[in-house]
């Protein structure tokens, strides 16, 4: 009887204590367990010469994203469900995404492809902190071989309440918290980011560049900083609608994984085609030299 009871608390320990960032420790005691999928978001190249955790199967940003006129969008769930089975993910996969990280933005290929999982249905994804590097810091070994999984059977569930559209975001510009995702500058407006056209930032949109979330050491920090910040000093409730963006949908998926996966903020969307899309329109509305603080349109009424 009490083995019994034993296996009932280690299975709802596998269910409900799945953690969005995973230590390097806890990636390495899941190897051998067959639920756990571990993906590698490096280029071939790294993949190769750099190695990879045992198990581990490739992938990159390429196969997630797909150019729309001057912007990107996540591929049709189609396209993502197909990606998803060659690499062996089935609809009780626990997946461990990990990169690289050469540098800072090599985080956010693990973080995109995250909220790509979780869009599309995935209920357990995690990123490993500290990534490849983190992994040889600590003489853990590594492989340079191409693992063979067979096919998995997923099945894509594409879940809207992720995901902000242009529509979605002129509708509720002074209703809803939005966070972009740049730099100060890009946000303030003296400087243009990479392939948008108009400065500033969306109207109403608070500033909170992805980098604030991480050490030097490329990992992030920890929970309570966080929460000190997001719920503290922007006073944002855990429940509330929340829209974060950027230039392309790749800097804004840290705050999503930050908001969403760390501190478990259950009402966060994210604007995949972000100013790319939005500062190259004419008929959006953006602010330049302001910085901004969320008020709900209710609030400034009283």
Not at 77 to 94: A, F, Y
Not at 228 to 255: H, K, R
Not at 262 to 280: C, F, H, K, P, Q
Request: aromatic share 10%.
């Amino acid at each position: 009887m009490q083995k019994v009871f034993l296996l009932c608390v280690m299975a709802m320990v596998n269910v409900w204590g799945w953690d969005a960032l995973q230590t390097t420790a806890q990636v390495a005691s899941a190897l051998n367990d067959p639920k756990v999928l571990i993906i590698d978001v490096s280029d071939l190249e790294n993949y190769h010469k750099e190695g990879h955790i045992h198990g581990a199967v490739r992938t990159d940003i390429s196969a997630w994203r797909i150019a729309q006129e001057k912007h990107f969008l996540l591929k049709t769930p189609d396209e993502i469900q197909n990606h998803m089975r060659s690499l062996g993910i089935n609809s009780d996969s626990n997946i461990i995404l990990y990169g690289h990280l050469g540098a800072a933005k090599d985080l956010l290929f693990s973080t995109y492809i995250y909220w790509a999982m979780k869009s599309s249905g995935v209920k357990n994804v995690a990123i490993m902190d500290g990534g490849l590097q983190q992994w040889k810091a600590e003489k853990r070994f590594v492989l340079s071989d191409d693992p063979k999984v067979p096919e998995g059977n997923f099945t894509v569930q594409r879940i809207p309440e992720m995901v902000a559209d242009l529509s979605y975001v002129k509708q509720n510009i002074g209703k809803v918290a939005m966070i972009d995702a740049r730099a100060s500058e890009n946000y303030f407006g003296v400087l243009a980011s990479n392939g948008v056209e108009r400065l500033g930032h969306i109207s109403g949109a608070m500033s909170y560049f992805w980098t604030y979330s991480i050490t030097p050491e490329l990992k992030v920090k920890p929970h309570e900083v966080l929460k000190n910040i997001f719920a503290d000093g922007f006073g944002l409730a855990p429940a509330q609608p929340i829209v974060v963006y950027c230039t392309g949908g790749l800097e804004t998926s840290f705050n999503y994984f930050v908001l969403s996966g760390i501190l478990g903020y259950t009402n966060v969307r994210l604007y995949d085609a972000s100013m790319r899309e939005w500062g190259n329109r004419q008929d959006t509305p953006m602010i330049q030299y302001k910085w901004e603080e969320f008020h709900p349109i209710s609030e400034v009424i009283k």
